[in-house]
Each structure stands twice: as C-alpha cells, then as structure tokens.
C-alpha cells in the first residue's frame, strides 16, 4: 500500500467490547471505508455444490461472528503487526444463485475479479469447495497465469462428474486442472485420507499433478519436515492455500458437511502455515464450514483463526 | 386390497424394542415384501430448492427414526386400526439429483408415477416444498384430473421465481396453478401467517384458487369451525394434503428451513386432522424437516406422528 | 409441625446467589438438619424400567439443579408462604439397584416407609414411571388405606407385561390396581393422548377404575371444567397424584423418554394444579425427566416448577 | 420524514439471498448511509446486571442475524409497509463497559440521547433489562416528560436492591419510578407470573402505578379483552414498550437468563402488539435474549419478529 | 466366499445420494439379500450393564446412519476393495430384553451362534460391553476353543460384581476369563487410563491373563512400536477385538456413557487396527456408542469408520 | 492430618450409583461432617470479570456434577489413594457479589482466607480467572509469603487494566506482581499461544518474572523435558497452580469464555501434573468452565478429572 496512509484497525478491544460492533471480519472496516486495500476478506455463501450435509452458506457469517474474539495486533509467530503493515478490510459476499450452479459460478468468478482488481489479494471464506474454481480462474488472471497451489482437505476433490455434474464441491481441483489454473510441478494435497471411491483416484490425481501428504504423515514426520516438503515443492511460484475445514479432525471442526476421522489438529495446521511464512502468497480460501453442525463454535473460531493466519503470512510475502 | 389378504404389521414392539429392528417408517414392510399395497410411505431427500437453511434432505431418514416410537395398532380418534383395515408399506427413497432441481423434478415425477401404479396412495415425506408439484403432476395422472389441496403452512409457497428460478420451495403451487392441477374452487391455505414481500402476494394468491385461514384465526375459532370451513371448502373432491411443517410453530417444530414464530401447536394440526376424516385422501405429503436445527426429535416426532393421521385419514376413506 | 419451631428456610437468594450454595431442592435444608419435617423431597434416580429412551437416573440431579432458580417465598396462586408454614426439606436420593428391577422396587419400597416414618409427606423426584408402584405401596401404608390417584400423563400406564417383564414404567398402575393400592371410583388419568397398542387398552383401563380426562379436552374445555371434573371425582379422599412430565407437549418438555405431541402447555399443567388446592395431598411423584434429551433445562425447570406447586398444595391441605 | 426521500430499503431477498449480504438488523442500511431517520434499531450489549444465566451480551447480534430471514416488506396484520413509510436504519451497538454497571448506565443513557437526536425513535436490542432504566431517561428526554409504559415480562423487575446493588437487571422500574419516569396512572405489566419473593411484591408493585394483566388470564381472556384492557390504561399518552423475551413461555423462547414456565406463546404476544396499532409508540426494547441457551435461532427469531411488529406499530403512530 | 458369485454391493453415492436409500451399514445389502456371506454387521441394542450414562441401545441405528457417509470401493492403506474380495452384509439387530439382563444375554448367545452358521464373520455394533461375553461365547463355538482378544477401551471391564450384578458393561472380561472363552498368554489391553477402584484391581487383571498398552504409552511410543508389541503378543491366534468406544478421548467421542479425559485419538486407532492387518480377526464389536451425548454424529462417525477398518482387517485375513 | 482419625471416604459407587448421592465433589463428605480437613475443594461462582463469553458462575456446580463419575479410590500413576492418606472435604461455595467486582474480590479473599484456617490446602473451581488474585493474597497469608506460580493457560492474563477496570480476568497475575504475591525467579506460563494484544505483551510479561512454556512446544518437546523445564524453574518453593481450563484446546474443552485454537490435549495436561508429583503443592485452583457453551460435560468431566489429580499431587507432598 501507498506508505502516505496509516491502516486503518479494527475496532479495539478495549474500547468497544468484542461482542459488540461491527459484524466485519475481525470488526475491520468495510472495504468501503478505506481508500487503498492490499487484502479484503470476502465470504461467498454457496453451498449448492455440496453432496452430503449442506449448509456452508452460513459460513461466512459465522465465521466473522467467531473472529469477533480473535486478538489481532500482533502476531508472535509471524513477528508482524498484520493490520498496520498493510490494510486488511472486509468486502462484504459475493451473491451468488442458490438454485443454479453454473451461474453461480459465474456470480463468483466476476465478484473475485471486479474485487481483485481494487485489492491486492483475498482471503475468501466459503461456502462449500466448488467456489475454489472460479476463484483460481481469478486469481489466474491477477497473476497472469498458474500458481502453485496448496490444498488442505481429507479429501481429494479430483471427481471427474458427480450425478453428472462437472461442477461440484468434489471436482474443483481436475477442472482446474483441465483449465491449467495451477502448476503441476508445484502443487500439493495435505491432509488426505480415508478411503477412496476407487482404486484409480489417487493415480488419476497423481495425474493431474499433485503430490500427497497424507494426513496419516503427521503422525510420524515433524512439522519443521512437512514444511519442508511443501516448500521445496512450491519453490517461489506464486502460491493459492485453499483450505477445506475438513481437513481438520472432526474434533476439531465438527461443523463441515463430510467429516473425515483421523484428521488434522488445529495445533499441527497452524504450524504448518506458521511454517510457509515467506512464501509469495497471492490469495486463499476457506471453505466448508456449515455451522449448523458446530458446536460452541469451534469449527468457526479455528477457520477465523486460520484466515487470520493467512493474513500474516501475507503480511509476511516478500516484496 | 383383495379381501385374501391379511396385511402385513409392522414389527411388533412387545417382541423387538421399537429401538431396534427395521428402520422403515413404523417398522413397517418394505414394498418388496408384500404383494398388493394400498398405501405408500415414500421418502424424497431433496432441498436444492431451499432459500434459507438447508437440510431437509435429511428428512426422511430422521422422520423413520422418530416414527419409531409410535404406538400403532389402533388410533382412538379415528376409531380403526389402520394397519389392519389395510397394507401399509414403506417404498424407501425416490433418488434425485441434488445438483440440478429441473432433473430431480422428473426424477421425483416418474419416481412417483411409477409407485401409484402399484399402490393405491402415497404419503411422501420430504425434502423441501419443491416437491409437491412433481407429486402433484402423478396425483393427477393417478386420479385423473385435478384434485383439492389443503395446504397447511406458515407460506403462501405461490412466488413467481426465487433468483430466476421457477422451481424452488417457494413456488410450487403457482406452478401447480399454471399446470391446472389442484381445483381452484376447492382448494386452501391453513396456518398462513406473517408479513409478506409484497402487497400484491395475497391478493395473487386469491386470483390462483385459494382461500385462507389465517394462523390468528387458531386464537379465535375453534377446532371445530375451523374443520367445517375446509370440508365445505373442499367438498366430495379427491383430497391431496400438502403440509409443511413450518405451519407448526418453532416451539414444536424447531428443526425446518424457514421458521415463523405463531404457528399452530401439534395439538392444533392433529385436531384439524381428525376432523378431515371422512374426506377422500388420495395421497399427501409432509415436507421441510430439516434435522439439523432440529432438537430431542421434536421436529421429526410432529411429522412422523402426522404421517400416522394421514394414513389413519386414508383407512377411513368413503369406499 | 410443632408450633414451636420456626421452619428453616431455604439459602436466600439475596445473600448466596441462585446458582451458587447448597444443591439441594430450591436449596433447602437437607432433612438431618431440621428436627421435624412436614415435606420431604426426596430422588429415586431409577430407569432401568424404561422402554425407548432411558435417562431419567439423571432426573433428580437436573430437577433440582434447575430448582436453584425457583423464586419461593410467597405464591399469590396459593396465598401462601409454602416454606413458612410447614418445614420442607431435602431427603436426598433413594439409593436403588440399576441392573435388577425387583431388587430396586424393594429398596424404593424400604426406602420411602422409612422416610414417611419421619416425615409428614414426601414428594418424588424421578427417575421412571415404575417408582410409582412402591411408592404407592408406602403411601398406602403411610395412610392406612387406598388413596384417590390422579395420574398425569400421555400414556395410560397400565399394559400387563412388557417383554414378559410385569414391572416397568409402562405397567405401575395395572400392578397398583392388582393390588388395590388406588380407590376406583375416585382415581382419573389426565392427559391421556394418542394411539394405542390396542382396542382393549382404553376398555381395560376403565375396569381398572380410571376415568380419563384426554388431551384434546383441553382444547374444548376451560380449566374450571376440567378442575371442576377432577374434584367431583377425587371427592375429599387422601389424593395421591403422579406426574409423568411427558404429559406436557414435547414443545414444553422435550427432555423425556416417550414423548407425545400434542400434549399440555405448562401453563395449562399450572393451572389445573392451583385448582386442586384445597385437597388431601398427601404425597406426590414427578417423574421422566431425561435430562440427555433436554434443552436449556426446558423440562428440568417445568419439573421443578410443579414439585413447588405441589408443596404449595400441601401447604394448604385442610387440617 | 420528509417527504423528498424516498426510504433506503432493506437488502432484497430476491437479489442477495437472505443469509448474504449485511448483518443489520433485516439488512437495513446503516445509520449512517441515510440522510435523515425514522426509526433506528440499535444494540445495547451489556449484561452485567444478570443475576442467574448470563449471555445477553450476546443478545444483538443473534436477533440481528436471525432478522435476516425476516420477510418486510407488506405486513397485512397492520396493512403497511414499514421500510417504505419511514426510514429505518441500524445504528449499530452502544459500547458500554462490561465491568462496571453505574459507568455502563451512563454510557447507554449518553448514547442513546445522542442518538434519538438524530432519529424520531428508537428500538433497543439488549442486553439484560438493567439497560431500560437509562433508555427510559433518554425518551423522557426527548418526549419532554414521563410515558406510558407498558412492560411485558414474567417478572415485576421492580425490586429495590439486589446485592446491595441499585441498578440490576430485577430493579429497573423501580428507579424509574423514583425518577418519575413513567405515568403512574397509564403504565402496566403483562405477563407477570411465578411465585414472589415476598408477599410485599405485588402491594409495592401496585404503589408504584402498575397495574397487571396476569399471564394466567390469557388462558380466560381473549386477546381482544386483553387489549382494551392495555388500551384504556394507556389512553393517548405517549407510550414506551419494554419487552423482556422472557413473557414468553420457556418453549417459545428458551434463550433467556431466567426462564419461567407457563408463559405466553408468540402468537399471543403478536397480536396484542398487533392490537396496539393506533398507540403513539415512541419508543421501545426488546431484553434477555440470551442465545447460549438458545436452539435453532428459536429466542432470537421471536426477538427479532417482534422488534419489527413495533417498527410496524411506529408505521401505524397517529401523525 | 465362493468364486462364482460376485459379491453384492453397497448402493453407489454415484446413482443414490448418499443421504438417500436403505438405512443399512454403509447401505449394504440386507443379509437376507445375499446367497452367501463372509461378514456380517449385526446390531445388539442392548444397554441395561450400564452403570453411568445409559443410551448405548441406540447405538446401532445411529452408527449406521452415520456409516451413510463412508466412502467404501478401495482401502488404500489395505490396498483392497473389501466390499469386492468379500461379500458384506447387514443382518439387522438381534432384538433382547431391556429388562432382563440374563434372558438378553441368552438371547444375544443365541442370536449370534445361528449367525455365525450362516456366515463367516461378525462385526457387532452396541449396545454396551455386556454384550462382548455372549459374543465371545458364540465365537468360541465357532473358532472351536478360545482366542486372542485385543481389548480396546479406557477402563478394564474386569470388575467381579457390581451391585451384586455378574453381568454387566464393567465384568464381562472377568466372566469370560472364568469361562475360559480367550487365551491367557495372547491377549491384551490397549488405551486404559485414569484411577482405578481400588489397588488390586491392576493386579487382578494381570492375573486374568491381560498385557495392558496404556493410553499414555501413545505420548511416548511411536505407532509402530505399539503395533508390534500387540503383534507380538497375540501371535498367530485367531483374533477376536473389542472396541470400547470410550478408548477414544472424549473430544472424539463425547457420546459414550463414561468418558474418560486423556484418551486416544481417531488417528491413533485408526493407525494400530492398520498394523492389525495380516492377523487372523475372526470376529470383532464396537461398543458403548450413546448418541443422546454425541454432537454432529462425532462418535458415531468414528464407529462407523472403525467397523469399516475391521471389515478391511477381515478382508485381509491370511487365508 | 492426625494419624488418630481414618478420613472420612467419599460415597462407595459399588453401594450408591454414581448418578445418585450428594452433589458434593466427587461425593465427598461435607466439611461439616469432619474434624480435621487435608484438602477442602471449594467453588468460587463468580464471573463478573469475563471479557467475552460469560457463564463461569455456573463452573463449580457443573465440574461437581461432572466429578460423580470419577472413579477415585486409587490412582496408578501416583501410586497413592489420595482419600486415604488425607481428609478431602467439599467445602461448598464462597458467595460473592455478582454486581461489583471489588466487593467480590473482598469476600473471596475473606472467605479463602477463613477456609485457609481450617484445612491445610484447597483446590478451588471457578469462576472466571479474576478470582486468582484475592486466592493468591490467602496463600501467601497461608504460606506466610510469595509461592511459586505455575499458570497454565492459553493466555497471560497480565494486561493492566481492561475498560478501566484494574480487576479482571484478563489481569490478576499483574495485580498479583504488583502486589508481590509470586517468586519472580520460580514462575512460568504454560500453554500460551495465539496472537497478542500488543509487541509489549510478551516483553511486560517477562519483566513481571514469568518465563514461558509455549503451547507449541509441545509439538516438538517430550512431556518430561517440559515437566523438567517447570521443575526447574520452580525449584522447592512451595507451589500454587493456576489452571485456566482455556490451556486445553477447545475441542477438549469447548465451555470456556475465550477459546483459543492450537491448544493443550488433556492427555499432555494430566501428565505434565503427573510429572509434578513430588513438588509441594500448597494450593491451586481451576477456572473459566462454562457450561453453557460445553457439550455432554467434556469440559467439566475434564475439569473434574484435574482437579481430582491435584489432589493427587498433594497427597504426595513431601513431608
């Protein structure tokens, strides 16, 4: 951002209760309200993509009620100010069709772009994980081209159709990869597992140019190791982190619409992201959380967490 | 059914605790194991055509769970025991697309066209309100022509299109109008209540056919005049029942899509009911439980126990 | 009780707060702390009587947690001040068997004899219906004689066996009536609704000596009639009255093992208690809370609302 | 409003889905987006005044997210459409310290003067009922002296001191009375039930100028009596509304701090508010949600449903 | 299985949704569907032997439902299709007596002798942990003389009475040691944690032939080391398991009627069972599943996902 | 204790169920009921203080409740029957002023203070975290000076003040240094994670003699390097434990007022006190449960269960 503007923060703590204020992400000010912005937060609730519980259209507004309590100033981990070293704001929804996917998508894919070309970068809180397509097809066109893309989830999300549908919550990532929206040299699966459709998912997704940390490898390997992997395999492309909640053990994020057992601790994620500070993040999202499903908001306070945690690691990129 | 037969029961709760044992509605048999039907209990797990929360897909399995603790053999009200005066099955699901409404619609019509050719009455459990045109598509070709509808719920559900959409669960007796398949002089609307979109919603509601009685209308009539004003209203007509169970309020029925607080209590629909015996019920449906906001099965509990009535209703039809 | 002692009074709310002090009933004193005691309340925390949800070991524990929040000094209904004119206290639980019915039956019996030696009365917090049969037993022998009974429920209460089992909460009163522990021309069922197991069920019933006063009634009948009905029935015999909380609508309590919609409002239950002022109690049961199933101790604090009430009824017993 | 400007509208249901889009109170625009005011809706999240549930903090962002699926446009009941006689708009939440009662009083009190400067009325979303006590002061302000007050609630809330403490959430109308804030010959409780903490309650009560419709007498009075009663009492003075959620039964609203059985259903209190069009309603609250100890948006819905029946009311003021 | 028939398969996700169709495990075919049959899921709803929290007899119906989820072609981490190499099958519950501890026990004996005639395998659902005496009982039978039991639970279930109760969810391991039903040199404990009701109780179970992994072993042993020590130890015995769901911690598994704090994780279990595979498991339960404490089907999805791993170790079986 | 005396033991479970019985923790006796006290648990409901979610004031009712199902005659990792080498009594609750933290803070000192004379230690259930300081003021009037300070949570709880307000439960450990009540030089934190309100913090709270165990540490430390780190530090001071039950992660404890993901497994909390055996242990305390926001008691059971291991670790205090 232009260095003649101070930030503008969020509302403080301690003058306004954090149960109260605005309903903004984090309570930053609305996009509106700032004259430059290097990342807004935007929600895009659609869930009609979802092919087990729905209700990830309520995800945006409950994430921003759980990130209420986040104290935000300063990030130990990340060694930053996040919200005075650039300006972080909140872009409202993307409205988008609930009864029509295709255009829907077409809803998200202009939101993304008319919103990136005043932003530097987004941080989207979904909705379910069909929103991730048109939101690399934006991202592409920002970059000018493919990103490195790093995909947390217990699932692939490498369906080919599901009822015949090519656009879903589980195909994203192959018409992404038929549309070349991302590197195949330098992308990477965390936190697959469980079982599979069929014997040919994990090759066909080989195929499609992922490599595979499953989530079974935090039970041996390090954190500083995992990192490792991930980083060697992104090098310094541009990088997309697209965060399905479900990566998350359900007792972590009991509200997602198909929970997956023997999943992530929120402890080991954070790490993780602590861990790709100094990558060139361009953008991220966080999808699947459906809080009629949550409890005491905890699915919805780890995914505030998380996309706060994408903000530092964006405060973070290097020039 | 052939005066040969003597109907199947459903499983027995002095031998197999109603916990346990088949998870058809009311442990009943399957469609499968008898060999003529008469009346149908049929799920439809759909709600892509929800506006608000979604989840009524779940509505048929949690609906068969609940109806598990209802005791059957005989219904006082009605005087009859109406799984002996006929063949009661359950017909499992009709399977639908939840990615694209226009397939599952067909599917949902079809589905149902091809039971009524092998029973005699359905009664449907939902899934959202989208449903009952497909239904009421079959009924008409079941009977021949258009049938009465008494509607109970807290909408009109007579919107033209929702997002364009002319198929959602807002609109499918506007369409039903349009196709001419309910009476326009037999039909209503009961437990209506609440503001509205606009000022012309009633009044486009009366020029399609129905008349109303409002939910206030519980506070000052009794059981009784409310019952003669729908018999007289409907007449000797071939009955279909459509109920969503929003017309409930949300103290009796949390779990649905769109709640509206002053709704008729259960004691309320059940007396209604009752009073409709005599009437000629060719089939109905129980539409918009949505398990997830739902608590202790409460919601699950009201419509299997409608459900009952209904079938109650249909042992009782004039021969 | 004795004149010359001045009832100890529960914790005041002004000096301990209500959700802090003693956990006892309303916080009164326990019963080895006063000398004499005119109304025991007292825990049979038992279900292992329980046909379809279990839970109700938790009831007393939950009732009286939930009585933390009863104001009770003075009730305008009664005109009494139910804590001053008589000594209330708790009696903790009657400690019963959970695997063997027979043996917990004896133990509840042995154990409110013992109890109704000290006291005047006692009120019981349940646990399942099947308490109802050795309490009546003691009650009985408290009072030299069979009381009039009047039963609050859904359920009749009175099937034979139940998987060759001849005591569970579906069976106490047809075993009370064997043993003729209940007078039959003044005993009545109130809240009665719903199907049945069979044709015979409500015949059987009426030659057990119950008249019924059914749910719906009170959609047609003002509470004075329905007062007025008891009290020509109960006459001025010793009353006995048992409260399965499940006759309230689900709405109301839906933290229950058998739940029955279309049943009493709270305030409807209220009312008709207040009525009854002026009779013999002299011992009463609550009984069927499932706290597992509960919400926001919706049905706890129904519960602990009517033990008061009933107090409060005994406080104005005619000497 | 002057008759220049035609109203900003609340966010269409038709264009962004409900669960889109802002977190106003049923997506009005904000304060400050509009030129002059109406009526505004604002928050008063404190609670430091509770003396058994907390969470009222809580209270205004829950009725203002479940007011998203509130439909506003035509409400039949009073044949207006309120958004469009009048501007309405959010005002956001008055911050107040969580600490420290006296000083958070102040801040309320300041508050809303300073806002009813700028607006004709306002609706307040609490918040415990310690807050009415301040917003009382501030309408005096703006009237010009003492309203008619018309009080739902199961509880007096006209105690003197709690704890020593003045100003809590069970004495705000005492202190008004003190202050001469309301008429004492046109002011009234409704809904009023439950024991007492003393036999002087109710005595006191009436010395301070109440009188009281009994929630006891909506089971023999009709809504119309009951409304002729409230009617007279208040004649053409100015009128002050201040509902605590907890009137309504436990079963109807069970998000609340101190819920009390046998209370009043939703479509009771709807349409004695209904029964208020005509009144000159200045002013008015709505208290006590507290969504800890809500399910499925139930108390919420009802708070949020009747904060629009008084913006309907102010539609409806005589001129 | 015989090499002529191909087995039946589940209902695919791909024609019917995976919340849609029969409310079978993992929508399986009914047993009575298939001609022959290596595994089959039974139901025991059976929960009298529980001493805290009651529930689990609605444990089967709530496991299957959740096991709807299951994405169930290929196990990569058995690198097999265990629905293609095996045919599985649902043979509903074994129906017992709720209030008869011994007469169900007979019944389970005997339900499960007649099955394991007519197929290869069982996995068992609970129920409480009663139910692993007459299942060992009838596995003995079947194996023709004891087997290796591994024992996956918090607590030891080898109590001698409890309340004078041979039989109950706390001793069915001392009763199958005195009747000799496993192998005293080849079985074992895993995941046992927290204080214990009196010194000898570690030592009377050493004596009774057990090995104990202790829960805190899984801070300090790496997977592989736990797997080979219970390798070691059963050898290459016939394998029966045991899987008490409380073995998880309760953060995974709140929904079970005595959690116990510090216990395993999903990822934990899911991880030794596949160290399992190439051992001899003839037969295998999971217990103690009480849906009334589970939140978003958390423990009933680990269960379901836990019968699937068990059926993968089956499928995997040395021939 | 005097070696006269056997303590009194809590209710055997093998006579009374454990859902029966007092409330007292873990069934304990009272203290009135014995002569000489070792350890006296003690509920401080307080919350006053909180900053975010409230509800703390119902902590010690419901980690009573909870602590019924402790099995606690014999705990193997201590190798100690902590009820049997000392007198462990309830002392029951300090009230205290809801309205006016000052007031509060005096009694809680008063009432600690005065409990202090009678027994030996006492193990002390929250209430919000504010109630740290008037106990630490006891201890060190106790102890005769400053303690050791072990402080585990997931936040520093050293701000100055918070809306002015110098006592809150953000702030006691700096009121605490100020007022010198711990050993700079013997003091850590354990547990912290998450972003701060300020660069400062980290560096103020060093200057107020904390070092710090962060709860990502535990990623990559052993317990018993950690646990040595804390023996260390502490030394042989005598030893007070402050225990916010927000150092687990919400997913083990979700009813707490400030969640904070990435946090502590009770299984790494309960060992790192198990490591703590042998250190004096004078006093400590648990706080910040809120039972409103748990679920099927996992944060209460987990409370229970730590505060049942620091007796543990007072029973083996060296002599």
Not at 100 to 109: L, N, R, S, T, V
């Amino acid at each position: 951002m232009s260095d003649k503007k101070k930030p503008i923060q969020p509302v403080s703590g301690t003058i306004v209760p954090r149960y109260a204020g605005p309903s903004t992400f984090a309570r930053l000010p609305e996009l509106r309200d700032v004259e430059e912005c290097d990342v807004a937060i935007v929600g895009v609730p659609f869930d009609a993509g979802t092919s087990y519980r729905p209700g990830a259209r309520f995800g945006p507004q409950s994430v921003r009620q759980a990130s209420r309590q986040l104290r935000t100033n300063y990030h130990p981990n990340y060694d930053v100010e996040p919200f005075k070293v650039q300006q972080v704001a909140d872009a409202g929804d993307i409205a988008c069709n609930p009864f029509d996917i295709d255009e829907a998508i077409k809803q998200i894919e202009k939101g993304s772009i008319e919103l990136l070309q005043k932003v530097g970068s987004i941080v989207t809180i979904g909705g379910d994980h069909t929103i991730a397509l048109p939101l690399l097809r934006s991202i592409n066109k920002k970059v000018g081209g493919p990103v490195a893309l790093v995909h947390f989830d217990a699932h692939l999300d490498t369906w080919d159709t599901y009822f015949g549908a090519p656009y879903t919550h589980g195909t994203p990532f192959r018409r992404a990869r038929e549309e070349k929206l991302f590197l195949d040299d330098a992308s990477m699966h965390i936190g697959i597992r469980g079982p599979l459709y069929s014997t040919n998912d994990l090759k066909n997704d080989r195929e499609l140019g992922f490599k595979t940390i499953h989530c079974d490898e935090f039970q041996t390997n390090t954190i500083d190791q995992i990192v490792k992997r991930i980083k060697d395999r992104i090098g310094n492309n541009p990088l997309y982190i697209s965060i399905d909640i479900d990566v998350l053990d359900p007792a972590h994020a009991p509200g997602t619409g198909t929970p997956e057992v023997a999943g992530m601790t929120t402890r080991e994620i954070l790490n993780v992201l602590r861990g790709l500070a100094g990558s060139q993040l361009v953008s991220a999202d966080v999808v699947e959380v459906a809080p009629a499903y949550d409890h005491a908001e905890l699915t919805s306070t780890a995914a505030a967490t998380i996309v706060y945690e994408l903000i530092n690691i964006i405060a973070r990129n290097p020039k």
